[in-house]
């Protein structure tokens, strides 16, 4: 009987024994396969051309505008740094600055005028020589500043104002700003908010006829506008 029984077991087991060794046979196989096909991939892959990189964006450079006047304790510490030196030369800067930041605090009005009117007069040179300078700038130099200034913006590394050309026509006032321009000295003793708020109101009660005046203004202005904005496009 137990002889019967160990034979049955021994054949079960074989049995089981087969199909386990062919779950595993089928399990390699399918490794084999998978290997193969990863192999074949990565050769495609390196058989393929490569992907070309998107072109950078070209760097506009950032225009060089006149350099600023040095301002009046600019000035003063200038002059104060080379008279220590000549006295002192083994002083080192960081105490010159403390020395010449306490004597301009003590120096008296009279004294420092003295740094503030050569100051005023080369700040004046110096916007003479400005307006010449954004005069002599033609429309493509504004317009690529600008387009840098668009770009520094964006990207959040700069806030910084378009350029205008002084060259460039002016836009014309639309009628309610022509309107408020021939009425601002009836309401000049308000504050400029309520002045506004006035303006804005009397405005809202005009009629269409009282209205044209203004209207016809501004398309008048409208096409001047429009002829030196094309003349200032030729511009060199």
Do not use: C, H
Not at 11 to 31: C, F, H, K, M, T
Not at 179 to 186: I, R
Not at 201 to 216: I, R, Y
């Amino acid at each position: 009987m137990y002889r019967q029984l160990n034979q049955k077991l021994k054949a079960r087991l074989s049995g089981n024994w087969y199909i386990i060794n062919n779950i595993e046979i089928r399990i390699d196989s399918l490794r084999q396969y998978a290997t193969a096909t990863k192999v074949t991939k990565k050769v495609k892959a390196k058989g393929e051309p490569e992907k070309k990189k998107k072109p950078e964006k070209p760097v506009i450079p950032t225009l060089e505008f006149p350099k600023k006047p040095a301002g009046p304790y600019t000035l003063f510490f200038s002059e104060y740094v080379k008279k220590t030196k000549a006295d002192s030369p083994d002083l080192k800067l960081k105490d010159i600055a403390i020395l010449g930041g306490s004597n301009w605090k003590n120096m008296s009005d009279d004294q420092k005028n003295v740094y503030f009117e050569r100051y005023k007069k080369a700040k004046s040179q110096y916007d003479v020589e400005y307006q010449k300078w954004m005069t002599s700038l033609s429309p493509e130099v504004y317009a690529l500043e600008n387009k840098r200034r668009r770009m520094e913006k964006a990207a959040g590394r700069s806030n910084q104002r378009p350029l205008r050309d002084p060259k460039a026509p002016k836009k014309p006032r639309t009628p309610y700003l022509q309107f408020a321009m021939d009425n601002m000295e009836e309401y000049k003793e308000l504050k400029i908010t309520e002045r506004s708020k006035e303006i804005a109101k009397k405005w809202k009660t005009l009629s269409p006829d009282e209205k044209k005046p203004f209207e016809e203004r501004y398309a008048k202005e409208k096409e001047r506008y429009k002829q030196e904005l094309e003349d200032y496009k030729k511009i060199g």
